[in-house]
């Protein structure tokens, strides 16, 4: 039904940006609120940030306020996550998702639709 596919994520150093993109279709866009979860190593999921589906609402978990930003291009089906001032502990793979409901973000209800994933590796 509705494909999401990530992309902007590498290795890069601690304190180092990078920007991730998540493409989105099969669907209108714009109907959904979107966000965006990672998981590292041996632990568990985790949420870090949405976004409603005009982006007028946005929502960050604490480990990354003043450091990430969620944005949407929803002329371009598109959505991303600007990560800046990034730690070792942010490694992760990232996860784009999509939801008909922003509030399920917010509940922490597992989102209704899921990206493959884009591995991000910050080195000390």
């Known amino acids: 039904q509705v494909q999401l596919v990530e992309s902007g994520g590498g290795l890069v150093q601690a304190g180092g940006s990078l920007r991730l993109s998540c493409a989105a279709s099969?669907?209108?866009?714009?109907?959904?609120?979107m966000g965006w979860f990672r998981q590292a190593p041996g632990k568990e999921r985790e949420f870090v940030a949405a976004?409603?589906?005009?982006?007028?609402?946005?929502y960050y978990a604490d480990s990354v306020k003043g450091r990430f930003t969620i944005s949407r291009d929803n002329a371009k089906n598109t959505m991303y996550l600007q990560m800046n001032s990034l730690k070792p502990e942010d490694t992760a793979v990232y996860y784009c998702?999509?939801?008909?409901?922003?509030?399920?973000?917010?509940?922490?209800?597992?989102?209704?639709?899921w990206g493959q994933g884009t591995q991000v590796t910050v080195s000390s």
């Open positions: 998702t999509a939801d008909r409901a922003y509030r399920d973000y917010v509940l922490h209800v597992t989102p209704d639709y």
């Open positions: 099969g669907r209108t866009f714009s109907s959904y609120s």
């Open positions: 976004i409603s589906y005009n982006g007028d609402t946005t």
